[in-house]
């Protein structure tokens, strides 16, 4: 059995050396999301439409922020309540709206904070609000030397969901709201050359979002690689 893998330890070491340089070259993931209410229309529209109000979502930036546009469809003023509003993202939820500012959560200091309780929306009007991210960093697919890997949503590793509280009467308690549930369907790896093109090509990028690979991802990276393109080979020779 020695014998066997000393001498079959050259070409070994030379299968490795090629399923590890590709992965190495990847550096950015797209991360398309799929949702049960809220739908594409067209090349880039991505809409929830309720009976008071359509709720538009765009996530393609860097780590995909929760930013969405809310239009008031009927003919009265709508009020949104930020304080019962939020993002859930798994099993952590965060408000919309903050009462101290100085103590808000550090993990979303670049993001837009709403001090604001109560939003007036009037009639036919929308406001766009700026929520949290999804996910900043370089995800481990896990599955050797593959590009990409789907999900559903009962094993998707990003569960998120926006929660908006609003009412047509303000002195009245806000029972209506709109729950928006997403989950990450399909993470895919890329190069920079084919990024770039697909980011200035592609008609449809609204329900996705993007990280690039930083140093200490790339790192990390390559010795998750190496040990999963190390139990593949193995099982293949031996």
């Not at 922020?65 to 709508?78: D, Q």
Request: hydrophobic fraction near 35%; glycine fraction near 4%; proline fraction near 4%.
């Amino acid at each position: 059995m020695t014998k066997n893998i000393i001498k079959k330890a050259p070409l070994l070491i030379g299968l490795l050396a090629v399923l590890l340089l590709p992965s190495c070259s990847f550096r950015y993931q797209v991360f398309n999301t799929s949702s049960s209410e809220v739908l594409k229309y067209g090349d880039d529209v991505y809409v929830y439409e309720g009976d008071d109000v359509e709720v538009y979502y765009d996530f393609w930036v860097h780590s995909g922020v929760m930013l969405f546009k809310i239009h008031n469809r009927a003919e009265i003023p709508l009020y949104i309540d930020l304080n019962k509003s939020y993002f859930r993202l798994n099993n952590k939820s965060i408000n919309y709206q903050v009462n101290d500012i100085d103590n808000r959560d550090a993990t979303f200091d670049h993001y837009e904070w709403h001090t604001e309780s109560v939003v007036k929306l009037p009639p036919g009007l929308g406001i766009q609000i700026e929520g949290y991210p999804i996910n900043h960093f370089w995800y481990p697919l896990r599955n050797g030397n593959k590009r990409s890997r789907q999900y559903d949503k009962d094993n998707s590793p990003f569960i998120f969901y926006n929660h908006i509280s609003y009412s047509f009467n303000p002195d009245q308690e806000f029972t209506d709201a709109v729950k928006n549930y997403f989950w990450v369907s399909e993470i895919k790896k890329m190069k920079k050359v084919e990024f770039e093109d697909y980011s200035t090509t592609s008609p449809s990028t609204s329900d996705k979002f993007f990280v690039q690979r930083r140093s200490d991802d790339e790192q990390a990276g390559f010795w998750a690689d190496l040990a999963f393109s190390i139990l593949e080979t193995v099982v293949f020779f031996f």
